[in-house]
């Protein structure tokens, strides 16, 4: 049985508008629960076969889930570089850390 013990926010970009009215991307952030999971080593593997460093697996309800691709839990800002759907009702978000700019939480 999952438990949806943590709290992760989920990050989606929209458009907004400054004050002379351009169009500039604005992050839109939820809150929602999550359960943490280990990534498996044989996915690790994989993975870094491909240049990427999965670190962090989150189950989260499907219907909260709208194609974020960036996260932040416990402080530190992720991006989700794959997913998954075990059932119809929980999806898998397979997360590693962002490098560079905007790797804690304070934005892009």
Known sequence: MTTYDNEVILISIGIGSDVLGNQIPIEEVSVILCSKKS???SEF???????LKPT??????TYEYSGQTALIFEGTRYEVIKTYEPSFEEIELTCEPK???????DGD
Do not use: E, F, P
Not at 45 to 51: D, P
Not at 56 to 61: A, G, M, S, V
């Open 39 to 41: 990534v498996s080593r």
């Open 45 to 51: 593997y994989a993975a870094s076969a491909n240049g």
């Open 56 to 61: 962090l697996l989150l189950t989260i309800h």
């Open 99 to 105: 490098i560079g700019k905007g790797s804690d939480s």
